[in-house]
């Protein structure tokens, strides 16, 4: 892998160095995102649809992370459920992602953006009234 694309997160150069994929990132953000209630899926776009029906990358749906000279940013793409609070189900999606990575990686996000596409009405099933004799 290109240097360019991993986090060095250790200081302690004495044993080697840990770095971390941004995958791996997108992996733990997805995870945590969807440990919120109030989330009834992740959407991503189309290249992450396909590559998810390949069998890859389930976890990471509709989570982008940017790295940059500033620090970490984190777009999550979600689909809430009907009735919830936005604000407060996108506030708790950012809360857990935040420590979330936090215990897992040690490391300092700058921005969780977390971007509402759509809302999942309850599928309401209807009953079969014909009776079987």
């Known amino acids: 892998m290109d240097d360019k694309k991993l986090l060095n997160v250790s200081d302690n150069h004495s044993l080697g160095k ?12 997805g995870i945590a995102a969807n440990e919120v209630s109030g989330v009834a899926n992740m959407r ?8 998810e029906r ?33 604000p ?3 506030q708790k999606i950012q809360d857990n992602i935040r420590s ?6 040690a490391l300092e996000i700058l921005e969780i953006n977390v971007h509402v596409v759509g809302v999942q009405m309850e599928e309401k099933v209807e009953e079969n009234k014909s009776t079987v004799k």
């Open 18 to 29: 840990v770095e971390i994929a941004p995958e791996v990132i997108e992996v733990i953000a």
């Open 44 to 51: 991503g776009n189309l290249a992450s649809n396909v590559t």
């Open 54 to 86: 390949l069998g890859k990358k389930k976890h990471s749906k509709g989570v982008k992370v940017e790295l940059d000279e500033q620090g970490i940013s984190i777009e999550v793409f979600t689909v809430l459920d009907y009735g919830v609070s936005i």
């Open 88 to 90: 407060t189900v996108a």
């Open 100 to 105: 979330t990575l936090k215990n897992m990686t």
